[in-house]
């Protein structure tokens, strides 16, 4: 059974939280959406030009890789594993996903996963209200080329209405890396300017230009060179960097790495026209920072005459739980905020949003699919639920729930180096002790494949691909974190009595009574049952029937 956060916490906001399970019955029940025709066509097209209100004289200008090692394989050998060690893995641990619910996956056999990592289903795999939605607009009308709608309308201005002032001006797009190339279009033609700052082992997307600002790209291109014009600055690392939690100036000291930077490009004649990073830096491995570092970046970027550009691809949306957009944390407004993955619950959209002011100098924007009224629909549904369903107190509640949870397993555990994070979005830090500090990739994927092994799905990131990462859809409930800590925690005590990963089980399926599948443990060819009893998995090639009921009924 699910419990969410309201249930755990207390009963007064019960009553006006609509739970997805309960939303299901609407499920199968068309919406009644207004249609209308569009504006973001290349060509001049015979639209209204009666409405005279400010959004429609916004809407003028406007219209929008996994980075992570997953659990999963497409089956492809040759698919980017990062080595022949992961092909291994991958071989004696495929899965297959073939659908999922809520933050439930199902593989092949119909064994259920839960989903720690699929920020993208962002209020819930298979939302019945969005896949309605969905459904009823493409029933009705699709196409956006050269046409106003009211939907697009609609859309945006609920969009814009989460960010603060002087935020105005939004462009839909299909994708976060068509966002942030618009958004460094934005800031270029702004500025006048070509060059930009980013940080270390930062990503912003697939396309060229932003291939040449993700440092995290750099070192998986053979024989790239660092274009001219991009200028890297040090990712404000507290746990492992040069200063540490300790240090209460650390905020201010990495803002002054950032004007190192700055100066430094000045000095061979280039200036600035962008400083772009994502607000909690999950991608290198979720740092959040003090709220000084923010503030005093802004002031050096605009001092030097840039802008800010805030990716908010991975946090925005409610993820961090205190606010809509993860830069809000920090008290400070970029010029241009960028967003993508949970816009649209797994259908492809992209936003970028700015103010009049940046946006007048860019000339033209234009995108066939981007605004299109399935994309409107879908993305209107999305900002709904995420008010309805108070997913983002919900994310506030969980997140503190688990990560006090987690703290305590890092008291427990040398290998838990540091957990980090805010609301649903956490990395946990995986080293070889908590004084050396020393990054352990090879244990973070043993604990990867630990947990799949246990039905619990997690990625991992960071430049050293020792950070394990959750970011699971939003309505991930307080039992849900719990069950996470309690396998995280089994994982890890396995741990201390470790063996090589191909001398560990594989997993078989069983049905249990109810006809529910779970994997079940058994043992690899190399190893006898005296020489896993030791290991946690070893109690799961002994688990009754009634254990495995008792699982089958746990959600
Ligand atoms: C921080 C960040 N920015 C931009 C992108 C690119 O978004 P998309 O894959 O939708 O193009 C990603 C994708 O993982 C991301 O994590």
Redesign the pocket.
């Known amino acids: 059974m699910d419990i969410t956060a309201e249930e755990t916490l207390g009963a007064s906001d019960i009553g006006l939280v609509t739970r997805y399970s309960e939303l299901r019955e609407e499920a199968n029940m068309p919406r009644s959406i207004p249609m209308a025709p569009n504006n973001c066509s290349l060509h001049e097209l015979p639209v209204p030009s009666s409405s005279t209100s400010e959004m429609d004289s916004l809407l003028e200008d406007p219209n929008n890789?996994?980075?992570h090692q997953l659990p999963v394989t497409n089956g492809d050998k040759n698919s980017n594993s990062g080595g022949q060690d992961w092909v291994t893995i991958l071989n004696r641990a495929p899965l297959r996903i073939t659908r999922a619910i809520k933050q439930y996956m199902y593989d092949e056999n119909g064994v259920e996963y839960l989903d720690c990592v699929n920020g993208t289903a962002h209020v819930g795999h298979c939302h019945p209200q969005v896949v309605s939605t969905g459904q009823s607009q493409m029933a009705k009308l699709v196409t956006a080329q050269g046409f106003v709608s009211d939907i697009l309308k609609k859309y945006v201005k609920q969009l814009v209405e989460t960010m603060p002032e002087p935020l105005s001006v939004c462009y839909l797009t299909n994708?976060?890396?068509?966002?942030?190339d618009l958004a460094l279009r934005l800031a270029t033609s702004y500025t006048e300017r070509e060059d930009v700052v980013v940080v270390e082992d930062g990503?912003?997307?697939?396309l060229g230009i932003?291939v040449d600002i993700s440092p995290k790209m750099h070192s998986k291109i053979p024989n790239y060179k660092k274009k001219e014009n991009v200028h890297i600055t040090k990712l404000p690392d507290q746990f492992r960097g040069k200063f540490r939690y300790d240090d209460e100036e650390a905020g201010l000291k990495y803002a002054q790495e950032v004007e190192k930077t700055i100066l430094a490009a000045e000095a061979k004649g280039r200036k600035i026209a962008a400083f772009i990073c994502?607000p909690m830096f999950?991608?290198p491995g979720v740092f959040p920072t003090p709220p000084s570092y923010f503030k005093h970046v802004y002031k050096i970027v605009r001092k030097h005459g840039g802008l800010i550009i805030a990716?908010e691809?991975?946090t925005g949306v409610g993820r961090t739980g205190n606010h809509m957009w993860g830069f809000q944390n920090y008290d400070i407004v970029p010029d241009i905020v960028?967003i993508?993955?949970p816009l649209g619950n797994g259908h492809?959209m992209?936003a970028v949003i700015c103010s009049r002011e940046v946006s007048e100098k860019l000339g033209g924007y234009f995108s066939t699919f981007g605004g299109n009224p399935v994309s409107c629909a879908i993305g209107l549904s999305v900002l709904e639920i995420v008010k309805n369903e108070k997913l983002v107190s919900s994310a506030k509640m969980v997140g503190k729930h688990l990560q006090k949870s987690l703290q305590e397993l890092q008291q427990k555990h040398p290998c838990l180096g540091d957990v980090r994070g805010v609301g649903l979005v956490q990395g946990l830090e995986i080293v070889n002790n908590k004084e050396d500090r020393i990054p352990d990739d090879k244990l973070a994927t043993e604990i990867m494949y630990s947990l799949k092994q246990k039905q619990v799905l997690v990625g991992i990131t960071g430049r050293n691909k020792n950070v394990l990462l959750f970011t699971p859809p939003m309505c991930f409930t307080i039992e849900n974190s719990r069950r996470f800590a309690k396998c995280l925690d089994e994982v890890l005590s396995a741990n201390s009595t470790r063996m090589p990963l191909d001398m560990r089980p594989r997993s078989v399926i069983v049905t249990n009574k109810a006809g529910r599948k779970r994997p079940i443990i058994e043992k690899s060819e190399n190893q006898t049952m005296m020489e896993c009893d030791e290991s946690n998995d070893s109690k799961k090639m002994r688990i009754s029937e009634a254990e495995i009921d008792h699982y089958g009924d746990m959600d």
């Open positions: 890789s996994c980075m994708s976060g890396s068509e966002a942030n990503y912003h997307g697939n932003l994502e999950v991608i990716d691809v991975q960028t993508g993955k492809p992209g």
